[in-house]
């Protein structure tokens, strides 16, 4: 017997000023997620006013909303590379959120750029409590200060 693929949504979302290099990335996530069996959508929403960077919460929500069972997010200026890993090898039971990190001397720091989330209570909480996190609504770093905060 076979164990059942989970449902991998993966996405990304630009606006228009950011079209030029959103339009490669969104085309390396189709192939990728045509390769390995996954969908792909970019869900239309409205622009919040915050820096684009933070409507990526308001896009996962929104597919969350969807009923997919995971959201692989990967920023506009990152590229999927098709042939790659399929990200399903990365996931585990009991593990919500998986991230990508900077090093950096003297450390390293979660990249809110690139992430796998499975559809809990948990993880829609945690996006929530991000969008609240008003004081960086401004920081050069945006939602990933939130992030990098929050945890």
Known sequence: MTEKKPNICIT??????FRRVGDMAWASIRAYAACHGHIAAMPTIVPSGRHP??????????LFEKGHEFIF???????CI????????EIE?????YLFRHSFPGGT????GVFLLRNTAWSRGMLDALWAMEKYRDHIWWENA????LF
Do not use: E, Q
């Open 12 to 17: 990304t979302h630009y606006d228009a000023g």
């Open 53 to 62: 960077s933070w409507d990526k919460i308001l896009a996962v929500r929104k």
């Open 82 to 89: 098709p042939s790659g890993p399929d990200i399903v090898r």
């Open 109 to 112: 720091m979660p990249n809110f």
């Open 146 to 149: 939130a992030f990098d905060d």
């Open 93 to 97: 039971d009991g593990k919500d959120i």
């Open 73 to 79: 997010w990967v920023d506009a200026d990152a590229i």
